[in-house]
């Protein structure tokens, strides 16, 4: 049977399962990498697992996103993850090296490979046609233990792409573009599969910039083929020998079929609060914008900041606008700068920080109250920035230096002449803050300052609960105002009962004092629940605080899975018009709850007032309702190894 890139790949690495959109299915795992913000829970939850090394080929730990170091904790947490890494066989990429996604399309991605990471952006390694899903840190440390990933048949979408970009137009559009048509919950469910003659014209950094937000759309990845354009990618990183050709069969199909000519695009922006509230920029252009920030994990490229340096040869930033640069890898840094574009950006009037997430995960860079900042990154959920009431649009390095020029929204074919950069042939390799473990860990002690809390022990569910409704949401509830990353809340990370005090409180301040007075607690919610990052401490903080319950109209993937690992159970309403009826403080008692939930899909909810019926469908796989029987992850497999 003819295949597509997507369904090759998944097909060599099938445990178990039959590749049906929708039916559960594992896969091997070759390559993982964690961040640092997740990290810190997943070598603990390896560390709970008693397994000594890692297991596959190629396991990273970088520390990308909790730089600032205004006390010990961040500190604390660089040394844990480098004295973890050396224990258990795991690549260290020091702080300051670069964003997670940029360094492992340089140093390490491969063709053909499966990688899971511990970040909703890990599917960026799908632009060298590698199958790479974005996941909570437990998947990651099973992962890691040597067992399969689970996960549910994803639909495949085919996007073909066809023309070239005319002068000022560049991946970020085309990704803008699929947002606008499909939403932040378009993907869900699906893997996104870009092929057709378009394609050629694209480098492996304009890939990524795509593959990267694919994450906005909920997909469970993007993916390309790996072709001669990846041939050459891999060829500039000294590493041409990984390659192999990977491409979609003659015929092959697809579940769903898209088509964008990227001839026919145009400058489009995000405007706040949503990836997907995308606009064609010269409908907004004219605003006044006080802040730009060129890098992250989305436009991360060489050539996006080849661009922006070019550019700006012999202009300037606007007076009023705070010109901002986040490298993202030592090594875009340094060929930037070889090829004399450091020179001009600090010329320009920029402000060039360390490599690595910054401003994109609130670690620093938060707007002026009231004021527009742009930002080349891929997410602008309310308040993320650090600024309450924040305006972050987000747009393509054109788009970006061009409006920074200028001091308000430009269309950045305002600019004339086009300068395309060239690309070297061969980049500068810079390995310099990457750390290799020792073959014989014996000696190694793993480090914990007082940052580092150990893990609390998660009863199993109860057989009845008495849940009381602590707050009820809209649809698209990211996990940034479930549990909000930032510079106050991230060097938490390692801490939950710390950490467990910031859930919610972008909604309602008051949510975990509330929760801390009943036993046991749940929130209702509307669609996409839980959408964006792979935080588990979205799930773990509430779970803490006494949530054993969450009831929605749908569910974002990753935040459902990390729902189960933590023991929490995941109910979708019947009748969504109960949705409707529900309010905050209404208790609701599940009965005979073990015994529902191993009869079937059904379970039965009574409001302890009324004594109506709500009833919650859990869906779950028999994997999965053994995980929630168990009180999660870490206990079904400590079960498992007593037997
Ligand atoms: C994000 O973009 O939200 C992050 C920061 O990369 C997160 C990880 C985190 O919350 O630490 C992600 O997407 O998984």
Known sequence: MPMNVAQKLISVHLVSGKMIPGQEIAIRVDQTFTQDATGTLTYLEFEAMGVPRTQVELSVSYVDHNLLQTDFRNADDHVFLQTCAAKYGVVFSR?????????????????????????????????????????????????????????????????KLTGKFPPWISAKDVILEVLRRHSVKGGVGKIIEYYGPGVASLQVGDRAAITNMGAELGATTSVFPSDANTLRYLKAQGREDGWVELIADPDAKYDEYDEIDLNSLEPLIACPVSPDNVVPVREIAGKPVRQVIIGSSANSSLRDLLIVARVMVGRSAHPQVSFEINPSS??????????????TLIRSGARIHQ???????????????????????????????????????????????????????????????????????????????LVYPPKDPSEVEILRGPNIVPLEELDP????????????????????????????????????????????????????????????GMVVGGVNYGQGSSREHAALAPRHLGVRVVLVKSFARIHRSNLINFGVLPLSFVNPDDYTALDVKTKLKLKNLRAQLKAGNEIKLEDSKTGKIIIGRHNLTDRELNLILAGGLINEIKARKAL
């Open 330 to 343: 030592q090594q875009v840094y340094e060929n930037v700068a070889q090829m004399g574009g450091v020179q």
């Open 355 to 433: 490599s690595g997430c910054l401003g994109c995960i609130g670690m620093g860079q938060a707007p002026a109250t009231g004021t527009i900042s742009m930002r080349t990154f891929p997410r602008n959920f309310p308040g993320r920035s650090g600024t309450d009431n924040d305006q972050v649009y987000l747009c393509s390095p054109e788009t970006a230096v061009a409006s920074a020029i200028n001091g308000c929204i430009t269309d950045p074919r305002e600019l004339g002449a086009y300068p395309d950069p060239e690309l070297p042939d061969r980049e500068i390799i810079n390995d310099h803050l």
């Open 461 to 520: 569910i109860p057989d009845t609960l008495t849940l009381e409704i602590l707050l009820k949401t809209d649809d698209n509830v990211s996990t940034d105002s479930i549990l909000p990353a930032g510079n106050a809340v991230l060097p938490l990370r390692s801490n939950i009962p710390a950490i467990s005090e910031f859930a919610f409180s972008r909604i309602d301040k008051t949510f975990a004092a509330r929760a801390r007075k009943v036993k046991y």
């Open 95 to 159: 702080p300051g090296n670069g964003v997670s996604h940029q360094i492992h399309l340089e140093r390490f991605g491969i063709p053909g490979k499966t990688l899971l990471g511990s970040d909703s952006h890990t599917p960026t390694a799908g632009a060298l046609g590698m199958l790479a899903i974005g996941v909570g840190g437990q998947d990651v440390a099973v992962a890691m233990a040597g067992e399969p990933f689970n996960v549910a048949m994803p639909k495949v979408m085919g996007v």
